[in-house]
């Protein structure tokens, strides 16, 4: 079993194979990849199998069809009671024919995917991650797809596909002088991007400058960019350089850019296109060699419909985007940053924690992380805080999770406004994934426990999946 420990490869799996050549095969080519870090059982059939599922607990269950069907017994019927009693493991179907109806018997049965052989171990390892994340696996296969990726890169944490995309986009863009733009929630790491890419880039030994136009009133913004002169107000009695001069050589990280008034906007984008400024109250002109980096946590294309950002701007800046995928969708590196900041945390209050519960980590996995990385910084921070050390228990983690609670004594809101009615498909959608999380994944179960036929929820999800209403998809 997983637990919240930090463990870069930790995945357990059950092999059913009949061939002891191609068993061999096999479990080879996965501890090519994993080494140590995978333990793997092997049974022939599926009777044995079964018999080691009643007093062991795995990650995966990698079930060849050919000995599922040993015995004369349907594949259905085979699946079916392999994905009954496998508390949660992925079932994944193999064979060296991949024909599409064995595949489809195979999924509709209780499998969660299907897989022709040979099998190999970084393959394998990423189909692991990526049905983990589409099937809300709460033990977050995080398994080593990611071998010889920086598990921590300029700041960020985690090696999930999403991430490891943002970091290539980072690497690629980040010799040029183009301006990049920076969407995604708050909480997402906009400001570490913005970082990694002035240490990346050739402007490194520049300064890096960050101005939050969020955070600035906005009559005193115009001076924090661009300076004032001398006199140019009261209180201004010497020359001050602005966050643009003050970056020149380096880069400019304008956050929150989606709050500027709309007559600095114009005045921004005469700097971009002139690469010259003039401070407030002064009649000089200046050149200032920078690159700009911008953020923020709305829709801009919304901002320039809803005529708050000026589209000319828009199209100056949007040149290099980067998009930072939320924390729900990513939920393989949510331990690996949870085991990051205990480590952190406890070394700055000099106390001892061995890690999290195993169900600490399941609920960590499982939850939404409205507030990103920066909530679930807080939140291990708050428990290395409040507690002495050891092992974290849900306990503990739910003392210290204030979001959940609300507001000690608060009373429950009481709204008079009708509740929002969804569309059907949304409720049946929702209804089905609910079963599905219920049950670790499991199609089977889920049906079952809904009274429908698995096939029934197999053909949803691929119609959800077509025309991308799968909720918490990447």
Known sequence: MRSGVSSAADVSL?????????????????????????????????????????VERFDVILADISAIKAGDAALEDGISRLAQHADGALVIALSDGASVSSAVGAMQAGAHDFLAK?????????????????????????????KGVEADFEGFVGTSPQMRAVYDQIVRIASSSAPVFITGESGTGKDVSAEALHKRSPRANGPFIALNAGAIP???????????????????????????????????????????????????LRFLQTGTITRVG???????????????????????????????????????PIHLPPLRQRPADIMTLANCFLSRFAAEENKQFSGFDSEVADLFVAREWPGNVRQLQNLVRRVVVMFDGGLVTPEMANAADIEARGPIGAEPP???????????????????????????GNIARAAAALEISPSTIYRKKLNWEREGKLAGAA
């Open 118 to 146: 040979p099998i190999g171990g970084p393959a394998l390892a990423a189909r692991l991650e990526e049905l983990g994340q589409r099937h809300g696996k709460a033990r977050a296969l995080a398994c080593d797809a990611a």
């Open 14 to 54: 059950l092999l059913i194979e009949a061939d002891a050549g191609a068993a061999r095969q096999t479990v080879a080519a996965i501890q090519n990849h994993w080494g140590e870090g995978a333990r793997i059982a092997h049974s022939e059939d599926t009777a044995r199998a079964l018999r080691v599922l009643r």
């Open 414 to 440: 009481v709204s008079s406004a009708m509740p929002a009615i969804l569309p059907m498909w949304q409720q049946e959608q929702r209804i089905i994934e609910d079963a599905l999380a219920a049950y670790g």
């Open 282 to 320: 002064d009649a000089k002109a200046r050149t200032v060699d920078v690159r700009i980096v911008c953020a923020t946590n709305r829709n801009p294309m919304q901002l320039v419909t809803d005529k708050k950002f000026r589209e000319d701007l828009f199209y100056r800046l949007h040149v290099l």
């Open 218 to 268: 906005r009559d005193l913004l115009e001076s924090e960019m661009f300076g004032a002169a001398k006199g140019a107000y009261t209180g201004a009695v010497q020359d001050r350089k602005g966050a643009v001069e003050l970056a020149d050589g380096g880069t400019l990280f304008l956050d929150e850019i989606g709050e500027m008034d709309l007559s600095l906007q114009s005045k921004l």
